[in-house]
Antibody
Framework: EVQLLESGGGLVQPGGSLRLSCAASGFTFSSYAMSWVRQTPEKGLEWVSAISGSGANTYYADSVRGRFTISRDNSKNTLSLQMNSLRAEDTAIYYC????????????????WGQGTLVTVSS | QSALTQPRSVSGSPGQSVTISCTGTSSDVGGYDYVSWYQQHPGKAPKLMIYDVTKRPSGVPDRFSASRSDNTASLTISGLQAEDEADYYCFSYAGSYTLVFGGGTKLTVL
């Protein structure tokens, strides 16, 4: 059974940093691209970032590029999101999501999701 | 990249059919065969219902179907059931290594 468990959310001041983690199990982690998706009541779902199975290719939404860094440790089956220079508009529930076995970024969809971790950026 | 356009809400009675639209452009919905749809119940994570425009993952009831015409994708739910009441989001590649969701549609089963 595929399981994705996010952690690391919390309250942080504007300009601060936070690191999210996602522990994966139930599948061969290194064979699958992974992604982070966030959600707010106002804007709904927003794709944030994705990374290929090997970690060689990373992709970012314009809203986070240059501030967020996605990475993975295939030896520990863990996906991470380092978030720097946080803004109030980054406040959201952050989901870790698994991508089906596809080879091209444009084919990406999300077949399994974690339960999410809440990030609040406020002074 | 702007979000894809979905109606804010739709409704239907049990047993009826409803269709949720997702309008984009030729640079996203209309340009690639990779539209997917997600169902989300309150307080829960989204669930994949449709991928590659029309394909249903294993375990998704065949009451859920999807199509696309030009720059508009559609999700149709036939034989509405109470448990179908949820939010639905479309999703697509939008070119230039960008992915975009629709704004979401709240389905109410009357």
């Amino acid at each position: 059974e595929v399981q994705l468990l996010e952690s690391g959310g919390g309250l942080v001041q504007p300009g601060g940093s936070l690191r999210l983690s996602c522990a994966a199990s139930g599948f061969t982690f290194s064979s699958y691209a992974m992604s982070w998706v966030r959600q707010t009541p106002e804007k709904g779902l927003e794709w944030v970032s994705a990374i290929s199975g090997s970690g060689a290719n990373t992709y970012y939404a314009d809203s986070v590029r240059g501030r967020f860094t996605i990475s993975r440790d295939n030896s520990k089956n863990t996906l991470s999101l380092q978030m720097n220079s946080l803004r109030a508009e980054d406040t959201a529930i952050y989901y870790c999501a698994k991508i089906p076995k596809v080879t091209r970024f444009l084919e990406y969809s999300f077949d399994y999701w974690g339960q999410g971790t809440l990030v609040t950026v406020s002074s | 990249q702007s979000a894809l356009t979905q109606p804010r809400s739709v409704s239907g009675s049990p047993g009826q059919s409803v269709t949720i639209s997702c309008t984009g452009t030729s640079s996203d919905v209309g340009g690639y065969d990779y539209v997917s749809w997600y169902q989300q119940h309150p307080g829960k994570a989204p669930k994949l219902m449709i991928y590659d425009v029309t394909k249903r993952p294993s375990g998704v009831p065949d009451r859920f179907s999807a199509s696309r015409s030009d720059n508009t994708a559609s999700l149709t739910i036939s034989g509405l059931q109470a448990e179908d009441e949820a939010d639905y989001y479309c999703f697509s590649y939008a070119g230039s290594y960008t992915l975009v969701f629709g704004g979401g549609t709240k389905l109410t089963v009357l």
